[in-house]
């Protein structure tokens, strides 16, 4: 089901939008630690994560105790997906179309020069009140998208400043939310490394072998070499 357009949108619609760089650090436990409680809270009502596992969250430091107490608000088992009641069949009457399983959302929206988690990081920016949509949302990076502003209590209200070519060139504050623009964008940095964390949560894993892999074989192709002169 398309939404209705708005102005702004179809003014934008085709441009070229800039991604922001997205604050991602995977190696920072206390940003994935609040990014996933982020991401429980507020997106795993309506997105899953099928292929991710409660108690691999302690790869990031939790306990399992801490894991059941703080994140799993269901009769589900720490040791089972992070999944959501609502079915596919349900999403696509409420919204228009099923909610995308989030798990490696972060790979999926990666661009020519761009990550997917600066495109993310833009996206989940970039909501502004759209009174011609269904749902009283739009964005200016998914033009008619049908997911709401789930965040829009932290970020407050925004509506876009255009010039006169009717582009976009800032944010004009409408209603003020629980946090302030600096606190709501490190926020929504935290949320986007846990997103870029799940989607390969062996990440930092596979650069530490990896270095050590470089550092073998370059010792070892100097060994082969002489050896080989040696031999000869």
Same mark, same amino acid.
């Given at each position: 089901r398309?939404?209705?357009?708005?102005?702004v949108?179809?003014?934008?619609?085709g441009?070229?939008?800039k #991604?922001d760089?997205?604050p991602?650090d995977?190696?920072n436990?206390?940003s994935l630690q609040?990014?996933?409680?982020l991401?429980?809270?507020?997106?795993?009502n309506?997105h899953?994560a099928?292929?991710m596992?409660y108690?691999r969250l =302690?790869?990031?430091?939790?306990?399992?105790?801490?894991? =059941?107490?703080n994140?799993?608000?269901?009769?589900q088992?720490v040791?089972?997906t992070?999944?959501?009641?609502? $079915?596919p069949?349900?999403?696509?009457a409420w919204?228009g179309?099923?909610?995308p399983?989030?798990t490696?959302?972060?790979?999926s929206?990666?661009?020519?020069g761009r !990550?997917?988690?600066?495109y993310?990081?833009?996206?989940?920016?970039?909501? %502004?009140?759209?009174p011609n949509?269904? $749902?009283?949302?739009n964005? !200016? /990076?998914?033009?008619?998208?049908a997911m709401?502003?789930?965040l829009?209590?932290l970020?407050?209200?925004r509506?876009? /400043?255009?010039?006169?070519h009717?582009q976009i060139?800032? #944010?004009e504050?409408? =209603?003020?939310?629980k946090?302030?623009?600096?606190?709501?964008d490190?926020?929504?940095?935290?949320?986007?490394?846990?997103?870029?964390?799940?989607a390969?949560?062996?990440?930092?894993?596979r /650069?530490r072998?990896? /270095?050590w892999v470089?550092?073998f074989?370059?010792?070892?192709?100097?060994?082969a070499?002489?050896?080989n002169a040696? %031999?000869?």
């Amino acid at each position: 089901r398309v939404l209705f357009r708005s102005s702004v949108a179809y003014a934008n619609e085709g441009g070229d939008i800039k #991604w922001d760089k997205a604050p991602v650090d995977s190696s920072n436990l206390p940003s994935l630690q609040n990014g996933v409680k982020l991401f429980v809270n507020y997106c795993l009502n309506c997105h899953s994560a099928n292929f991710m596992r409660y108690n691999r969250l =302690k790869d990031i430091g939790l306990s399992d105790q801490q894991i =059941k107490d703080n994140l799993v608000f269901t009769d589900q088992k720490v040791g089972e997906t992070m999944s959501v009641a609502m $079915t596919p069949k349900q999403g696509k009457a409420w919204f228009g179309t099923t909610p995308p399983d989030l798990t490696v959302i972060a790979r999926s929206r990666a661009g020519a020069g761009r !990550t997917g988690a600066d495109y993310l990081y833009t996206y989940l920016r970039s909501f %502004y009140r759209d009174p011609n949509s269904q $749902t009283g949302w739009n964005n !200016t /990076v998914f033009h008619n998208v049908a997911m709401p502003n789930v965040l829009w209590e932290l970020q407050g209200e925004r509506k876009p /400043v255009l010039d006169e070519h009717h582009q976009i060139t800032g #944010w004009e504050q409408v =209603k003020p939310g629980k946090m302030s623009q600096a606190e709501y964008d490190q926020n929504v940095g935290d949320l986007v490394a846990y997103l870029q964390w799940m989607a390969e949560p062996a990440q930092n894993s596979r /650069v530490r072998i990896g /270095v050590w892999v470089l550092i073998f074989l370059a010792a070892f192709t100097v060994v082969a070499w002489r050896l080989n002169a040696a %031999y000869w």
